[in-house]
Structures are given as C-alpha cells and as structure tokens.
C-alpha cells in the first residue's frame, strides 16, 4: 500500500513515530517518508537510525498551519500523532494542550485539504471516551474533528479516520519505563496510584500494525479500536518487580480509575468486528456515504447491543502477571 508513496507522521520522533518509521522500511518501500516533529535534538538521533534515501525530517509544529501545509505538499498518507500527552501535564497547562491538540488538529486537517492528500488517521486514547481530564477532552475534540473533516472536504478526494488504543506498553512517559528507572535508583516501594485501577494495554508493535490495517480498511469518518487486553496496575508493578511492596499514593489529577473506549451512548453506532470495534460517524456526510457493515478488505461486522461498553473493568481478556511480563520482556 505504501509502496512509491510519500508519507509524513507528525510527532514522528516519538515511541509511536520511531517503530512506523521501523516498520513501513521494513515492508515497503516509500517514495518519502517524512518525520515532523518540533525537536531537532530528537530529529538528529532518530537520523543515525534511519538515513535512507527516503527518509526526510521537517521541523516545524502542528500549531503552525502554514508550515505544515508546506510539509505536505505532494504527500499521499498522513498519520497524526502529535499531541500533548501526560494527563497531569494537561491539567497544569491547559491553553498548551489546547493548542497542540486541538487547534493543531484543525491545522492538519486544513493542510491536508490544501494537497488534496489520500487519507489522513488520527491517532486517539482511550481518554477521549467519556473524559474527565483536559488531556481526554482535548483529544475527544480532536476526533470529532477529524471526523466531521470528510464533510469539510467537500469535492476534494481527502478521507479522514481516527484510532483509538489504550496505554501503550514502553512508550516513553509510560508507567513502565517509569517503574524500571525507580528500581534502577534504589526505591524499596514502587507508588501505586489505586490498588484497584485497571488499564487496557496494547505493544507498540500492535499499535502501528493497527494504523496501518486501518489504512486499508478506512472509508472514512470512523473510530478504529482495537480488541486489547486489560490489566490491573497492582498486576503491572508485580510483573516488573515481583518483590517489591506497593504504595498507594492516590489517583493523580485528572485520572479515572478504569478507561472506556466504545462508551454505552456510541452503541447506537458501534459494530462488532473479529479483532476491532469500529465507531461511525453520528453525523452524515454531504459527500461520503458508506455502509459501516463491511470495509474495504473484505471484513464484515454488525451492530452491538444497545448500552454495550468497552471497558477496561468488564474487559473479558485480563493479562494474567506473567502474560504481563513476557510482554514486557
């Protein structure tokens, strides 16, 4: 699918942006692939990793329309990954988030538009479903722009599609990471937000081969989620340090106790695929029309049962904590 394409991913110098970049050289062979990101220090390291001939690294912010309608001229494939991320963070400083998720959401969409780019997927948490921190609600904004940017195009041949995962396993600013370098520092208790907190996980792995498939699958307008496992916080820090006690130090601002992804009110509209779920759009589309019923590679799906939630609570697939450290490992 990628092969003689030009393909440019925002936030590309990120854990999500390094293994796509790893994972499209493997597979195909672009005609671009370009790496947008505001680092340049990060953007000089990931340049001794991958210096193929068609490897490009812009510098520039999604917050900056003119610069990335710039960046995407002549691009075939988008993939938004850029974004303020750590909910905290979020909390403390709320016009920044705003301005990188949801305005530089609106700038892609608009540069996009501008090179009559193929299809563009967003990528989401599952924080956007039912939010109650700034960072969920920001990126819930986000993905109701992207979807309602199919109706935006009018006549151009631009589709936009958003996915949505849970907590990836390793990304930098993660709890895991986290956890490996209190260890490596000598702590003797490792803190625990709520013994009873739940998380869906997914490897970053399974994330970019999910972006991808989405590109195959996508007509437009829709959430892609994927079927992940769930698991405890008490069985993640077991996992990486079997003998190290907990300490529970209280949920942090703007965190919940367990995440959705297919919130109850999107059951009206959310289909039961064999290894995703997959939104559409609550608004129809002046210049889009498509049964959400099968895709584009031939899969089918139907309709779930009114008030079905995918939660990471009543997720029936729990990773046992040795399931837990063999993927870790």
Known sequence: MFNGKAILITGGTGSFGKQFVETVLDRYTPSRLIVYSRDELKQFEMQQVFSQSCMRYFLGDVRDQ???????????????????????????????????????????????LENNVQKVIALSTDKAANPINLYGASKLASDKIFVAGNNIAGKHKTIFSVVRYGNVIGSRGSVIPFFKELLENGCEQLPITHPEMTRFLITLEQGVDFVIKSFERMAGGEIFIPKIPSCKITDLASAIAPETPFKIIGIRPGEKMHEIMCPADDSYHTYDYPDHYLISPSIKFNNLSHDYTNNAVGETGELVTPGFEYNSLSNPHYLSIKEIAKLIA
């Open 66 to 112: 003119a610069r990335l309608t710039r960046a995407m001229r002549n691009v075939d494939y988008v993939v938004h990954a850029a974004a303020i991320k750590q909910v905290p963070a979020a909390e403390y400083n709320p016009m920044e988030c705003i301005k990188t998720n949801v305005h530089g959401a609106e700038n892609v969409i608009h540069a996009a």
